[in-house]
């Protein structure tokens, strides 16, 4: 049973929704612990059960969680997968010094010695 | 609930190099020879001094880097901050390190950027837009006349 969207996360939501520590947190948590319910969630947190819904949903719809309804609970599972657009983005910082090593081994072979 | 962020990422770059390492140090430190193939600004290898690079201006993203330099010992080792502002209040935070080690036909030159947190992500946008701008510029540096001389 999958409640996993099949559409690619969009890389600037993934970021925004890292970019809270609080978030990240319940991010890390649910990676650590597996899946959770928002009360278990809350009362690691320190902070409302209506704002940890919050964050859980800002997690959801960048596709870092993905949630399991049962009954009247809901449980929480983190979607590792979904850190793929960070990894990507990394990767093109390490194209850009690539670039610059050609570059400079242009420079180097033009220079005197 | 505030865990810290683990394990930050880095990028490390590898390159096997036929020239001398005084000479692979003058290209890494020379305010001239950076602009030829890094990006234009006033670096000097002094420890402690700021510098300012300038790419040129893209949407989300005025092409500015910021540093400072942290380590210099000459023909080993170079270490600056490498901050870029401009694109969004947090913007990117890492350390660029460069290392030389002696072979015996020139040197192993390693470069490696660290810091990469989620947190540093904000400027995702205009970094990709920028970064993309960068790849294939060689072959037009290459063509500049009497460029690198010296």
Redesign the interface.
């Given at each position: 049973m999958s409640y996993q969207s099949n559409l690619p996360n969009a890389?600037?939501e993934v970021?925004?929704s890292?970019?809270d520590?609080?978030r990240?947190?319940?991010f890390?948590?649910l990676v650590r612990d597996g899946e959770q319910n928002v009360r278990a969630l809350t009362e690691?947190?320190?902070i409302s059960q209506a704002a940890v819904s919050k964050h859980l949903s800002v997690l959801k719809q960048a596709g870092l969680v993905r949630d399991r309804p049962e009954g009247r609970t809901v449980h929480y599972t983190a979607e590792v997968q979904g850190l793929a657009?960070?990894v990507d983005?990394?990767g093109?910082?390490?194209?850009?010094?690539?670039?610059?090593?050609?570059?400079?081994?242009?420079?180097?072979?033009?220079?005197?010695? | 609930?505030?865990?810290p962020?683990?394990g930050a990422?880095s990028?490390v770059?590898e390159?096997y190099?036929d020239?001398?390492p005084e000479?692979?140090w003058?290209?890494l430190t020379d305010e001239r020879?950076l602009g030829?193939?890094?990006m234009p600004g006033d670096f000097r290898p002094v420890v402690g001094h700021r510098f300012t690079l300038r790419a040129d201006p893209v949407p989300h993203w005025n092409g500015v880097t910021e540093g400072e330099v942290l380590v210099v010992e000459p023909c080993r080792r170079l270490v600056y901050r490498w901050n870029t502002s401009g694109a969004a209040a947090?913007g990117l935070r890492t350390v660029v390190t460069w290392t030389l080690t002696p072979t015996p036909g020139g040197v192993l030159?390693r470069?490696e950027?660290s810091g990469?947190r989620?947190?540093d992500?904000?400027n995702?946008?205009g970094?990709?837009r920028a970064?993309?701008r960068?790849?294939?510029?060689?072959e037009r540096?290459?063509t500049v006349p009497g460029?690198?001389?010296?």
């Open positions: 890389p600037n970021f925004r890292l970019a520590p609080t990240r947190g319940i890390e948590h690691r947190a320190g657009p960070l983005w990394i093109l910082y390490g194209a850009f010094w690539r670039d610059r090593f050609d570059r400079l081994e242009g420079v180097l072979d033009r220079m005197e010695p | 609930m505030t865990a962020v683990a990422r990028i770059v390159r190099l020239h001398p000479k692979v003058r290209a020879l030829q193939w890094l947090d030159l470069m950027q990469f989620p947190q992500q904000p995702f946008h970094a990709t970064w993309q960068f790849t294939g510029n060689l540096l290459l460029g690198g001389a010296g």
